[in-house]
Structures are given as structure tokens and as C-alpha cells.
């Protein structure tokens, strides 16, 4: 089956600090998606690519669509101390898995005052 | 519009016991499944459903048993509990399978004793 490398795994950064995450594959997706999770609570989706190539920004938040279809990177600028929480990509390809969509393991995002 | 709602949002069973957790939209989509999210595993999904009076087993089923009756529910069932099954089982919606944007409820989190 299809399979996300979400790296890194744990991120510890100062306050104000930028941050950069990524996923990778060897399969080719439609659609990536960059969701984050709060400690409790379910994943939110932060934002939805559809295009290869695609750069969309949410506020501090700024994800890319890589070229190959096959990567996604999420970029943090600023950080602050709400940002704190798991991160996760997810990868859709309709018809492909069991129902299309695939999840990296995630990244811890730590910030230290 | 309340999204994606769980219940209960915590359970703590004896092995052998069985519950149902409950997962509701009621945003009228046609997709639902059910996931576990255990550390360091990210989230797998279990079973998932493209409508009503349709379902399928996703990467991790045994154990689990769901059932579609109408658009807006979707429960779990554990018919006998065991200590593996203790996780965090988070529910989400999208309108379709080929829909780009997935949405979680807030989780339920299992222990089983």
C-alpha cells in the first residue's frame, strides 16, 4: 500500500523560530492535505493543496504541493506558543488504498520559552 | 452545524466487555470512517463507509464490527474488548470518497483493562 514519510518526527524550537516539515512518498497523490492536532482533540485541517506545484498560505502557515506529486513540505514562520501540537499530512489519491487517503506519522512541534 | 460528534469521550472497559462508540455528522456526506491513533503509529484507519447500507475493512478491522443505517451515523462496535484495543478512536466525514477535505470529531479514548 501507499506509504507517507513525515519527517521530522519531533521538533523542539525557541519561540519566534520558523519551522519546516515535510512529507514524502513514492506514490503520486491528487491532493495533499496538512492537518494539526491539539492534545485532546481531533485533527483540524489547516490546509488543502490540489495542484502540483501549488503554494497556499493560511496566516503564518505556507504549504507547497511538490512537482512530482509525490511531496509536500509545511513551513511555521514565526512561531508562537499556540503552534505547540502534532502536525500531519495526508496524501489522496482516489482509487488508491483502501480509501484513498494516506496519513504520515506525524511531527511533534515543541517550542521551548 | 456541530460537524463531526463522538460519544462517549472517555470509556474504560473490562476485557471481554462490548460498547459501541457513536460517531454523528451532519453535514450530509457520504463518507465516513473510523480511526485508531496510537503513539508513534499515527492514525490507521479501521472501517470506513461510501453511504448508507455500505461499508468496507480498512488497514486494521479485526475486532471491530460498523454498520451504516443512515447517512448521518456511523458506530464502532467491540464486541470483545481486549487490552490492544486500548487507543484513541477518532471518527471523520468528507463528502465523497474523491472529496479533498477530510474532518475529525474530537475522539473518543479507550482503555480496556
Known amino acids: 500500500g501507499q506509504q507517507l514519510n513525515q519527517s521530522p518526527q519531533s521538533m523542539f524550537i525557541q519561540e519566534g523560530e520558523d519551522v519546516s516539515m515535510n512529507c514524502t512518498s513514492s506514490s503520486i497523490f491528487n491532493t495533499w492535505l496538512w492537518y494539526k492536532q491539539d492534545p485532546g482533540e481531533g485533527p483540524v485541517l489547516l490546509i488543502a493543496l490540489y495542484k502540483a506545484g501549488e503554494l497556499t498560505s493560511n496566516g503564518r502557515l505556507t504549504a507547497q504541493f511538490g512537482i512530482t506529486r509525490k511531496d509536500s513540505f509545511l513551513n511555521i514562520s514565526a512561531s508562537i506558543p499556540s503552534d505547540v501540537g502534532i502536525y500531519f499530512c495526508a496524501g489522496l489519491y482516489s482509487g488508491g488504498g483502501a480509501d484513498g487517503l494516506t496519513f504520515g506519522k506525524g511531527t511533534h512541534l515543541i517550542i521551548q520559552p | 452545524n456541530a460537524g463531526v460528534t463522538q460519544t462517549p469521550k472517555f470509556q474504560v472497559l473490562k476485557t471481554g466487555q462490548s460498547m459501541t462508540l457513536q460517531c454523528a455528522q451532519d453535514m450530509n456526506h457520504e463518507y465516513m470512517s473510523w480511526y485508531r491513533q496510537d503513539p508513534g503509529m499515527g492514525l490507521r484507519l479501521i472501517h470506513y463507509?461510501?453511504?448508507?447500507?455500505?461499508?468496507d475493512q480498512g488497514e486494521v478491522p479485526n475486532g471491530y464490527n460498523v454498520s451504516r443505517s443512515t447517512t448521518e451515523d456511523f458506530p464502532l462496535r467491540l464486541l470483545s474488548a481486549a487490552p490492544s484495543q486500548t487507543s484513541v478512536y477518532f471518527c471523520a466525514s468528507r463528502s465523497g470518497l474523491a472529496s479533498n477535505e477530510q474532518f475529525f470529531g474530537p475522539g473518543t479514548r479507550l482503555t480496556v483493562l
Open positions: 463507509s461510501v453511504g448508507a447500507g455500505i461499508t
